[in-house]
């Protein structure tokens, strides 16, 4: 599973893998303990224009469909199994036509060991951004207010990354990221069954290292959290 991760800088880097078009004013603060109900930025494409509009967006961490209530419902779907999703109706129609790409400097996850769980800092060893397969879902409050939600998929974890945690989300590279966004897209199944097949190759890039317990704490937020100690 991701249940918290980091966003040190997207930079241009990423606009010009993905070619994004519209870059928000209202992107969140770099953030090193991004926790689910908090804003992270987001890639979609815009179906409204045409061509389609490629958006860097600022988005609540965990997916409130159309039809919810409230925001509470987010709180449980900040992450969603990627073999399930047509069998959901939370994320059934966000799968066929609200994809999203989530970037990150990189996660956090908690490994079980003799001594109790560790937290452990996985991230590209290069330093280039970390990309997960995602949904997205816009809500309507009642005071008429429009709230972006995302989730970010996983699969079962596979090589080195399944002796840490038995999920691991979904890793794209920019060519599936880039096919993973098309609001074209007719067979977002195949695709997303491609980019899981293809993530463990994406994860051979990927360094990790143990880092202080201060990252359990969702108040904790500096760049000394990724450190190895």
Known sequence: MCGRFAVDNVGSQLVNELGIDLISDDLPEPSFNIAPTALAAIV?????????????????WGLVPAWAKDLSIGSRAFNA??????????????LAKRRAVV????YYEWKVTNDGKVPLFIHPEGGEPMLFAGLYEWWRSPENQWILSFTILTQEAVGDLGSIH????????????????????????????????DAPRVAESFA???????????????????LPV
Do not use: C, Q, Y
């Open 44 to 60: 979609l494409d815009s179906a409204k224009t045409v061509p389609p509009t490629r958006r860097l967006e600022p988005a609540r």
């Open 81 to 94: 199994r990627a073999e399930e999703l047509e069998e959901k109706k939370m994320f059934a129609p966000a």
């Open 103 to 106: 970037p990150a400097t990189g």
């Open 166 to 197: 038995h999920r691991m989300p979904v890793f794209l590279d920019a060519d599936h990221a880039d096919a993973w966004l098309d609001t074209d897209l007719e067979e977002p199944r195949d695709m997303l069954d491609a980019a899981m097949e």
């Open 208 to 226: 990790w290292h143990p880092v202080g317990s201060a990252v359990g704490n969702v108040r904790n937020d500096s760049p000394e959290l990724i």
